[in-house]
């Protein structure tokens, strides 16, 4: 789950790494009183994609009144798809120096990562190999001091704001477990006469860990009413715009079968891995979440490992007798018990399919208002 | 020969008297595998399928000698059973629960690399050497001895590789899933060693996906290997920066793209196919030339 910038930095913030003074705007209202506190101010659109900045969705104000214009502008602004919902209004930070930090996960190291750079501000992707230093840390002893000692003389600082910095990266990796994070970054860390302050800050968190999440987080919704649904029930769904509906078990037959639609001409409406679970209710709720998105046809796609293939035949011949179901339907079933789940299918008279070429190119051609012959695509 | 498991190798399973782990401990003791004992916290004494049951880790090995365990708890509890069973001194670990917080997965790999011990998952089917043993949840009728290795990030996508292997007359040495997550155990690599030091295994088909950086990392290591490899990639139509059911499937920052993947294990000499059915035909070919190489 991505947090928001205005949610990331409150988190911080409880946790003793500075932010500037800030707050959070969905109207106009307070606006003005807010500006006369702080003076200029910097408006920022907050939104989950990356890029804001170069995308317009952030303004600088000095005036109440221009302030209160530029936020009603955006929030009626689209950064990447995203309506602007909210806006942070922050003090503007005199900058002397920008640097980078960031905590994540290194999947090929299996362990946490410290990665710090003193070209902080600008698109990390752009940032050169050799200015980006990475320190992977044994999650055992977590990040300990003498580490962030040798980061911060990595990174050339010296004296009070290697100090400073390096205390930074102790929070920061105190955040990075406490939140279950797989990345905190704050970029840029500003250092200004006075303080350091996290100027900017991304945060997501596991979502297998959501169970033992702390009460403080915030929740973000990041999926479409339909995922949503799909994801209560243990199903992984994601919405595409092709033709055809698919249901499949386990994530890379999903992407499989969806490959091979493409290969034939056709398209996915979906990718939709049901999962190990083949329960009647669990594949009812599937099948209406397929039909609800209106495909030409539909093409479930069963490889029984820990599925069994006569139970998933029994539910969609008890789903298909509740439910209206008037687009074509093709079955591949194979695996744990597949003879079992054939025979349950032939005898309500629908035809399944060992074969997943055979599946794909029949589906497509149903799809197509079945006059093809299914075996002409070789 | 085969890799990592045999015959002879004796299996524990923790989680053995919930649904998962007592239906799938039948089907492993009915292919053979030699489960001597299973862990189930307040359930010592019990039996499954003719298996004594037993308290803790440190119990069932005082008891029996075993090589490796499975694990088949629910989410949250795997970290404590993965490291209790490695702080007993097991050296071949199977996870098959899926969805474990990544920072449980940290600690459990940080741990097994103190105690020298080889992690399989975790959100993995588990390990097979077709006729001698399997540790896992895959059917059992779709492996057939032979030689050829099979390794693989997806579970059911390998079920559909290895029945195109065994459909098209082309044994298995042994399979090996290494699981969906962001972070798992064992790497491509560290099973491509494997299946390159095994005598019985002739070539290896690597079963991967969009995603990560996994496949272009084990293409540096092909590039060294006597053994020929071919590949099967999922994800092909995949939309940059959504997340394809796995958590480590998603193109993000143009990193981890299907293209990206078949550029580096063309260059290091791997047969890339198209379409899973094209597989098999694909290793008889590297098969021949591999003979042609040695006799020709």
Known sequence: ?378 | MSIIINETTRIIVQGITGTQGQFHTGQMLAYGSKIVGGVSPGKGGQEVHGVPVFDTVEEALLVQQADASVIFVPAKLVKDCALESLDAGIKTLVIITEHVPLHDTLEIMAFSEKKQAEIIGPNTYGLISPGQSKIGIMPNNIFTPGEVGVVARSGTLSYEIVYQLTSAGIGQSSVVGLGGDRVVGMSFIQVLEKFEADPKTQAVVLVGEIGGNAEEEAAHYIKGMRKPVVAFLAGKSAPPGKRMGHAGAIIERGKGTFESKVKALTAAGVSVANLPWEVGPLVKQVLAQGSEEIYG
Request: with cysteine.
């Open chain 1, 1 to 378: 789950m991505k947090l928001y910038e205005y949610m990331a930095k409150e988190i911080l913030q409880n946790n003793g790494i500075p932010v500037p003074r800030g707050a959070v705007f969905t109207g106009v209202e307070g606006v003005e009183a807010f500006i006369e506190k702080t003076g200029p101010v910097a408006i920022k659109s907050q939104v989950l994609s990356g890029g804001r900045g170069k995308a317009g969705g952030i303004k600088f104000a000095t005036e109440p009144q221009d302030a209160i214009s530029k936020v009603q502008a955006l929030l009626v602004t689209e950064i990447k798809g995203c309506q602007v919902e909210r806006v942070l209004i922050e003090e503007k930070v005199s900058i002397e120096r920008e640097i980078y930090l960031a905590i994540t996960i290194d999947g090929a190291k299996r362990k946490p990562v410290l990665l710090a750079s003193i070209a902080g501000g600008m698109d990390i992707e752009q940032v050169p190999e050799e200015q980006m230093i990475k320190r992977f840390i044994d999650i055992t002893i977590g990040l300990q001091p003498y580490a962030t000692r040798e980061v911060t003389r990595q990174m050339g600082l010296k004296g009070r704001e290697a100090q400073q910095i390096g205390d930074i990266m102790l929070k920061l990796y105190q955040v990075f477990r406490k939140y279950d994070a797989e990345l905190v970054e704050i970029n840029p860390l500003v250092v200004t006469s006075t303080q350091v302050l996290a100027a900017d800050a991304k945060m997501t968190l596991d979502d297998d860990a959501v169970f033992r999440y702390l009460p403080e987080v915030p929740w973000v919704e990041e999926k479409t009413a339909v995922e949503k649904k799909a994801a209560d029930l243990g199903i992984s769904y994601v919405e595409l715009d092709g033709d055809i509906g698919v249901m499949a078990n386990g994530a890379g037959i999903t992407m499989a079968t969806l490959d091979l639609l493409q290969h034939f001409g056709s398209s996915a409406r979906n990718f939709m891995d049901a999962g190990g679970g083949s329960s009647l209710q669990a594949t009812a709720a599937a099948l209406e979440i397929l039909l609800s998105t209106k495909p030409k046809a539909l093409l479930i796609n069963i490889f029984g490992g820990i599925t069994r293939c006569d139970e998933v035949a029994s539910a969609f011949v008890q789903v298909k007798n509740t439910l209206d179901l008037k687009i074509p339907v093709v079955i591949r079933l194979i695996g744990t018990n597949e003879d079992l789940g054939t025979a349950i299918l032939k005898e309500q008279g629908i035809e399944s399919f060992k074969n997943i070429e055979e599946a794909v190119t029949k589906v497509i051609s149903l799809q197509n208002g079945g006059g093809a012959n299914v075996h002409n695509y070789q």
